[in-house]
């Protein structure tokens, strides 16, 4: 199957094939990324990395680092 | 396809994988709310304190901070005054001006008073400034150290001035975990010490407390995400091998690591430092405290004489860079003048 990733931080949006039943955590691994420090966003709204994912999906990804007061 | 909740069975919006449980978004509210309470009255951080300035940069973490605040101000008894800075970061990002529009927007969704200094207009530099010209100017200090003295004077000083009892930051645990970790590998004891969630004020400083410090940053931008607040995500466009240089960096990855192979890490390894480790190193510090932040700061200081605030030597290092930098705009008016 394939999801369509925008990745938030970077402005650029990624196919990415997944094997079929994957969830949010198989496809943080597929892009590297941990997910103890990005969200996967569907529909405006957060999903957990045991949410299966379907062909077609879009969510986006957002990297929870940055720099402040 | 959708994941329950384990509370109401409504569709969960993330995993908290060390409590291990999935969480719809009523009920991760509701969570992040009551670790804010419960870190916050473990180590009596609103003890006394009846006025904040809540210190906003615009991100995900200050504006959790903010909203967290506000949410519970009623029950601790404080108020809050809100304080931006226009730190003049722009590298065609417009990275301040970004942060103060996101932080403005908050202060008054929330109605609350606030403060926006501009560091420019108020003090005569940017920190895009001492970038480009620093080192010239003779301020061999990397950017962001300067950044964070400039903040930290700033944050202070209107404190003083508005007279709140505490300024407060949007540190959070994965901050505080990564202080601790660098502070005890170089052995900084009295920075070590500092890693607490309030710090005692007297002798021209006002208290410092972190309300958020016992929330993940993945926490507070899902507070954020889930509250509809706008922030500012972009990363500081002079941060080129991350947060602190490529040390740092790795620090903190490997610190995720551990989090993401043993879920809790960083929270019990920030907890048993402040409940078993700190209270030993205490007693034999030049910083006091009895255990709530609540007795006066030991260490005795003098004053600048060119800005009147406490500073370990004859000027401080912020009227040390301002001096350096009200030079170099002197000589170039001396030359236009043809003196």
Redesign the interface.
């Known amino acids: 199957m394939r999801v369509k990733v925008r990745l938030?931080?970077e402005n650029r949006v990624v196919d990415i094939d997944l094997p079929n039943g994957s969830r949010v955590s198989d496809l943080l691994k597929k892009l590297n990324l941990?997910?103890?420090?990005h969200?996967v966003?569907k529909n405006g709204?957060?999903?957990?990395?045991?949410?299966?994912l379907?062909d077609g999906d879009e969510v986006e990804v957002?990297?929870?680092?940055?720099?402040?007061? | 396809?959708?994941?329950k909740c384990s509370r109401c069975g409504k569709p969960?919006?993330?995993?908290i994988r060390y409590t291990r449980s999935?969480l719809c978004?009523e009920h991760l509210i509701e969570f992040i709310e009551r670790r804010f309470r419960k870190g916050n009255e473990e180590f009596k951080v609103f003890k006394n304190i009846r006025r904040i300035v809540a210190?906003?940069?615009?991100?995900?973490?200050?504006l959790a901070m903010l909203y967290l605040l506000h949410r519970f101000s009623s029950v601790y008894g404080y108020e809050i005054i809100g304080l931006?800075?226009d730190l003049g970061i722009d590298r065609g990002k417009e990275y301040s001006t970004k942060?103060v529009e996101a932080a403005v927007e908050s202060f008054k969704k929330l109605d609350i008073e606030y403060v926006v200094v501009d560091l420019s207009r108020e003090y005569g530099y940017t920190i895009d400034f001492i970038r480009d010209r620093g080192r010239r100017l003779g301020i061999r200090r990397p950017v962001c150290s300067v950044c964070g003295i400039t903040?930290r004077y700033i944050?202070n000083r209107f404190a003083l001035e508005l007279g709140a009892d505490a300024v407060a930051?949007?540190h959070n645990l994965n901050d505080l975990a990564q202080f601790i970790f660098t502070n005890m590998y170089g052995g900084h004891i009295d920075e070590l010490i500092k890693m607490y969630p309030k710090l005692p004020g007297g002798n021209g400083f006002t208290a410092k407390i972190k309300p958020v410090f016992m929330l993940?940053?993945?926490e507070?931008?899902?507070y954020s995400?889930?509250n509809n607040i706008r922030f500012?995500?972009?990363?500081?466009p002079h941060?080129e091998n991350g947060?602190g240089g490529r040390f740092q960096t790795a620090i903190?990855e490997k610190l995720?690591?551990l989090?993401?192979e043993f879920p809790g890490f960083m929270l019990n390894y920030v907890l048993t430092y402040m409940r078993r480790i700190r209270p030993l190193m205490v007693s034999g510090s030049s910083m006091g405290g009895d255990g709530d932040g609540d007795s006066g700061e030991k260490i005795s200081v003098g004053r600048c004489r060119i800005c009147g605030m406490p500073s370990l030597r004859d000027v401080c290092a912020f009227c040390s860079i301002r001096s350096r930098v009200s030079l170099k705009v002197s000589e170039t008016i001396s030359r236009s003048r043809g003196d």
Do not use: F
Not at chain 1, 45 to 52: A, L
Not at chain 2, 12 to 15: D, I, L
Not at chain 2, 55 to 62: F, L, P, R, T, W
């Open positions: 938030i931080r941990r997910s103890v420090s969200i966003i709204e957060p999903i957990p990395e045991s949410y299966q379907a957002l990297p929870v680092v940055s720099g402040g007061l | 396809m959708a994941v969960a919006v993330a995993e999935r978004r210190a906003v940069s615009g991100g995900k973490d200050s931006t800075i942060s903040k944050m930051t949007g993940y940053e993945k507070t931008t899902l995400i889930l500012h995500h972009d990363t500081c941060l947060i903190r995720e690591q989090e993401e």
